[in-house]
Each structure stands twice: as C-alpha cells, then as structure tokens.
Nanobody
Framework: QVQLVDSGGGLVQAGGSLRLSCAAS????????MAWYRQAPGKLRELVAA???????NYADSVKGRFTISRDNAKNTVYLQMNSLKPEDTAVYYC?????????????WGQGTLVTVSS
C-alpha cells in the first residue's frame, strides 16, 4: 500500500525559512511527477511547485524566486525549500505524487503539514 508522509512544517517569522519533506513508500516501481500543493483557510487548494522525474520544475508565480522544489529518486522523496516566507504563505502543505506501484498507477497525497508564518 502506497503511503506519502510529509513533514517539516511549523511556526516561523516572516522572512524565515522552512524545508518540507515528503517520503513515498509501499510497493513502488517508479514515480513520475511530484508536487507540493497548499490550502489556506477558506481557499481552494493550489499548486505551489512541481518536478518531473527528469528534474524539470515549475512554480506558482507567488513563490518564484523564494521556493525551490527538489527530489531524491533513490529515496522516493521530494523536498520544498521555502525562503523569505511571508504571512500569506500560511497554509497546510500537501505533497502529491504520480506513482506506478505493484497495484497499478495511482495519484497519492500526503496527510498535510501546517506552515504558519507570523508577521
């Protein structure tokens, strides 16, 4: 059974940094794209950053130049380095992965990790 476990959230002051991690496990053959989404209170979930298996990346305009997504294919892990954090970055962050597993293809989600940025 495929599981995605994300971690690294917390409380940080504006201008600070956090690094999120998400590890996938459980009968995985390969992982295609991996991504981070976020959902702030009262708002829809939005894409923050994505990375292909080959390392190509794309970012939401609101985080370009501040956030960096990376992955370690050997560890089935994706990271999100967040710098120069702003109060508007406050949200629950979820990792997402397109997984090819023993049970077939599936899109997995982490349980979410809360990031709170104080002003």
């Amino acid at each position: 059974q495929v599981q995605l476990v994300d971690s690294g959230g917390g409380l940080v002051q504006a201008g600070g940094s956090l690094r999120l991690s998400c590890a996938a496990s459980g009968g995985i053959f390969s992982i295609n794209a991996m991504a981070w989404y976020r959902q702030a209170p009262g708002k829809l979930r939005e894409l923050v950053a994505a990375i292909t298996s080959g390392g190509s990346t794309n970012y939401a305009d609101s985080v370009k130049g501040r956030f960096t997504i990376s992955r370690d294919n050997a560890k089935n892990t994706v990271y999100l380095q967040m710098n120069s954090l702003k109060p508007e970055d406050t949200a629950v962050y979820y990792c997402n992965a397109e997984v090819v597993a023993v049970t077939g293809y599936l899109e997995g989600w982490g349980q979410g990790t809360l990031v709170t940025v104080s002003s």
